[in-house]
């Protein structure tokens, strides 16, 4: 039987991000739509060169995007709003970036997801965004309405696939699969699925053209199929494929980030060519699939992670294949498209040699899959040097010093439940902070950081260029902390942040610090559009050798009376925004954060902080796919929140905060956490969310944001006043605080200014409500 292996998607930005620096060309005017589209084909003749010239067998087409294929789906399918909408021609370029990134003067920020386009004069904001599954990728929501007219545009796939051909490079090309893309929209005052028949007659067209010019298979995304299926999705993708497998072009069917589980025999049932499935987060399921997969169905095996940055151990991989492979022909791929890890580790060069070995970057990854197809189609002996080697570099890490720290081990498993409770309970706590920190009724605060302006951004830079040296930057960033410092105690705030200033990002920051992080120089991944991040790669057991904001917390401290927060990322949050090991669970890698950030909180305490905050920004975002782990997920989380935290006494004040409003379903886990104090995303929503930590009797404090940060407009005080008047309808006027939704890193100076001096002002007004 024979192997061949496929690649499901390559990293678009390029290998030096040069989509990035492409589009902000061309959206700063410095270049044309020619240029931005010649630079556009550019990345993808290099991307099929590069993957044909690695063994790839089967290359991708339509899987390049100029800023996120689930946008490239709505526009090809005519799913574009109303207001975006240009004459009656087809969406072009200004349609496409205005439904991205809003047109000029809507610029959004905030929570490092800003993504609008300028100022100037506000018109339109862009679509919704949000998290591509489990990933750190952000995809446009798809948005759909009553009476919705759908047409095909442009068919971008159909172009890409000829645009390869016309190079020689023949391709299988990818569609995110419709009832994926149905799932994802959000439907305003209509139920998506009413559109099933009309879309999927639409992709019945695109198949059509795409045979029509040769393509022989095509690779149909539909991830949906690794979550918890309502019936309504079941039978839209019974009739969905009933209706588009069709003789003339073969259906690779594609599932990742998951096992099929309850949905296997189902998927295996549809009548398509091809069925890939996730082997690295569920290689349990192909067992099951064996037993029911039809003889002629292809079966494309995703056993190189494409999730993570590890390098795969091939000859234990192998062991497993090769009785499958003996039994039938067999694809081999990555797990899931490349788009989520770095290019090419080849660019690394200042990585520790050791750590290097163990890693693969898409280019790698590439190669790992093309080893293993030798290995199977010719015999282990032809490529048994690089078997040898995968071995080596697996056992190495198993065994490396550089990874295992005895006294790590030894602390991990000494945690008892002693060291993740409080001494006193909620109201005792509250008690003993009243006394220490005196603070009138809707105390106000802040989330932590202050603008990152134009001369903070510098000077880190210049000071990573070695043009400035530690002592100038040291002064320079005392001088910034000194100077908010001063002007919160003008404006009135009554407690204090040193404003993050000394951070290039909540997470780097402190993975910086701690041992078992490394860090990349050019690992890039796509975040949305433009925006790409390096994720620190967490390889080792975590320690904190020193602490790492005290001083930054002392000096600002020296400068005031009133009580400053120490500021800290909470264990989840460095967990979840970081590439982790694959050799042990994620939970005991967080344990091992957690306790490093307790050490943190404690010597801040012993310091003389009388407020910690602990941000958990991406609790939420770490939740599984599939329900039924929620609890399990949600329990080690909070587990690990409350290591770091709960150590100190009753009259340190613990603050926390998370960035996002839906919490309903899992209020009992934010109650669990056992902060002193929670401030959350509100002000869009009116304070609606309220309602459910009243019916909850959340017991501790709660600052609800009163200053959506993520929009350049500053709100008045009256309108500040109303949303904490709301506030009081759900909770007890003395268990509110007063902040904005999150920190203030993504906007300007003046804008603060105001806001948080109508802030205040709002406060006091309130307090003379009673
Ligand atoms: N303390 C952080 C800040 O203010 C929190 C950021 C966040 O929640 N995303 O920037
Ligand atoms: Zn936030």
Known sequence: MTVSIATLGFPRIGPRRELKTALENFWSGKTGESDLLESASGLRTAAWARQRALGADWLPSGDFSLYDHVLDTSVMLGAIPERYRTGDGEADLSTYFAMARGTAGAASGGCGHDHGAGAGEASLTACEMTKWFDTNYHYMVPELVPGQKLALNRLKVLDDYREARAQGFETRPVLLGPVTWLSLAKGRGVDPFEFLDEVVSLYGVILGHLGQAGAEWVQIDEPILVTDLSDIQRRALTRAYARLARPGVKLML???????????????????????????????????????????????????????????????????????????????????????????????????????????????????????????NEGREHVAEALADSRRAAIARRTSPLIHDATVAGRVSGITPALFEREGDVATRAAAQAVVLDLPDFPTTTIGSFPQTEAVRGARARFNRGELDAAGYDAFLRDETARAIRWQEEVG????????????????????????????????????????????????????????????????????????????????????????????????????????IRDEVLDLEAAGARAIQVDEAALREGLPLRHREWQHYLDWAVECFRISAAGVGDATQIHTHMCYSEFNDILPSIGAMDADVISIETARSQMELLEGFARYRYPAAIGPGVYDIHAPRVPGQDEMVALMRLAQQHLDRSQLWVNPDCGLKTRKWPEVRSAIEAMVAAARTLRGEA
């Open 254 to 376: 594609t599932t990742y980030f998951g096992g099929l589980e309850d949905n296997l025999g189902f998927a295996a049932a549809l009548p398509v060519a091809g069925l890939h499935v996730d082997l690295v987060r569920a290689p349990g399921q192909i067992d099951a699939l064996l037993k029911v997969a039809p003889k002629d169905l292809l079966l494309s095996l995703g056993v190189i992670d494409g999730r993570n940055i590890w390098r795969t151990d091939l000859d234990a991989l192998l062991a497993r294949i090769e009785p499958i492979a003996a039994i039938r022909d067999l694809v081999l791929a990555p797990s899931c498209s490349l788009l989520h890890v770095p290019v090419d580790l080849a660019l690394e060069r200042r990585l520790d040699p050791e750590l290097t070995q163990w890693l693969a970057f898409a280019v790698q990854k590439v190669e790992e899959l093309a080893i293993l197809k030798r290995a199977l």
């Open 493 to 596: 705030l009554d407690m204090l942040v040193h404003g993050e200033f000394e951070r290039n990002d909540m997470v780097q920051y402190f993975g910086e610090r701690l041992s078992g992080f490394a860090f990349t120089v050019s690992g890039w991944v796509q975040s949305y559009g433009s925006r790409c991040v390096r994720p620190p790669i967490l390889y080792g057991d975590v320690s904190r050798p020193s602490a790492m904001t005290v001083e930054w917390w002392r000096y600002a401290q020296s400068l005031t009376e009133r009580p400053v927060k120490g500021m800290l990322t909470g264990p989840v949050t460095i967990l979840n925004w970081s590439f982790v090991r694959d050799d042990q669970p994620r939970e005991a890698s967080c344990r091992q954060i957690a306790l490093a």
